[in-house]
């Protein structure tokens, strides 16, 4: 007869608080003028922005190059 997941339990009580221990000390070792940030960004998120940086610097450039906005540059 096998074993639902929900029902094998361990009794966590004493890791977790080791675990917190844990977790106090790593934060206490952050200098107080330093700030840690960690950002996960998939791949694609990356491309797409990559992507509409380039296209927002060649709308730029090509509406800058416009007689129009020659004309009111000089």
């Known amino acids: ?6 029902f094998l339990v361990a ?13 106090l000390s790593r934060r206490d070792e952050v200098e107080f003028n330093e700030l840690e940030v960690r950002l996960k960004i998939s791949y694609k998120t990356l491309l797409l922005v990559f992507v509409l940086f380039d296209v927002f610097h060649r709308v730029v450039g090509e509406v800058a190059d416009t007689s129009f906005i ?4 000089h």
């Not at 009794?11 to 977790?23: F, V």
């Open 1 to 6: 007869m096998r074993s639902s997941p929900k």
């Open 11 to 23: 009794n966590r009580s004493e890791d977790s608080e080791g675990d917190a221990n844990l977790r």
């Open 70 to 73: 020659q004309g009111l540059l």
